[in-house]
């Protein structure tokens, strides 16, 4: 079964190729989403990457590790919380 893992502080210039190819040394990599503003289409900083296998021999060499001057931050991804409707919008 497919997992699921979430990608924080990811460099702004990250690909997602890049990203590909780093999850990709430990498993196949089945899906990268890499999460971008939806006014202005530049990048968050965050993604999902999803694996087929490989994905906590993933999670435990690619947490904390180096990209870019940034400390990747990386876990198996949470289901997404409710958060109701949002406020001061169209």
Sequence with gaps: MPKKIYVGNLPFSASDDEIRDLF???????S???ITDRDTGRPRGFGFVEM???ADEAIQALNQKDMGGRSLTVNEARPR???????GGW
């Excluded at 990709?24 to 089945?30: A, I, K, L, N, S």
């Excluded at 919380?81 to 406020?87: C, F, I, K, S, T």
């Design 24 to 30: 990709g040394e430990f498993g196949t990599v089945t």
């Design 32 to 34: 990268v989403n890499l």
């Design 52 to 54: 087929a296998d490989g």
């Design 81 to 87: 919380e409710d958060r109701g409707p949002r406020r």
